[in-house]
């Protein structure tokens, strides 16, 4: 993505941030809908487009847990494994997605690129617990490991977005 292409997406908004340093957030957001992660180019153009530093603008990638800084699968799930989730039976979700997936018990990336699993720290769905997250997108729960397999099954045919919006 270059700084041009994200300076016309942080324009418009511009006048909605009492403090320029807050459109760094939305322009890495931005830039990351293309590939899914940012590279160093990425960071560079948003640099750029944004007038900060390139440290600057790495610091605040580095910092959000949905800012992607390696590749990531075609598809991010974010499996809750706070209190209310835990205590309706998210370890044996996590552990059945990890271990399905072929994956540590830290997640990551399937062998074929499709999902990429992570941990969320409460996704707002206690009601719902155990509760997964589908692109930062659609919140599903409660799931037994069974109805998250069959999930899995669903993302690792579904065509990849056109944009990766996380």
């Known amino acids: 993505m270059t700084a041009d292409q994200i300076r016309a997406h942080i324009e418009p908004i511009r006048d909605e941030f009492a403090e320029s340093r807050s459109l760094v957030l939305p322009a890495l957001k931005y830039a990351q809908t293309e590939k899914g992660h940012l590279t160093r180019d990425d960071l560079d153009a948003v640099a750029e487009a944004t007038g900060f530093s390139p440290a600057y ?24 494994v706070t209190l209310s989730c835990m205590l309706r039976g998210a370890d044996e979700v996590w552990e059945h997605l990890c271990e399905r ?66």
């Open 101 to 166: 997936e072929g994956l540590s018990h830290h997640g990551g990336t399937s062998e074929d690129g499709r999902v990429t699993i992570q941990e969320a720290q409460c996704l707002g769905y206690c009601d719902h617990a155990p509760c997964i997250q589908v692109d930062a997108d659609e919140t599903l729960g409660p799931l037994t490991p069974e109805a998250a397999s069959q999930l899995m099954d669903d993302l690792h045919v579904a065509p990849a977005p056109e944009e990766f919006w996380r």
């Open 57 to 80: 603008v790495e610091s605040v990638a580095s910092f959000y847990d949905r800012l992607y800084l390696e590749p990531t699968g075609t598809r991010v799930v974010s499996v809750c």
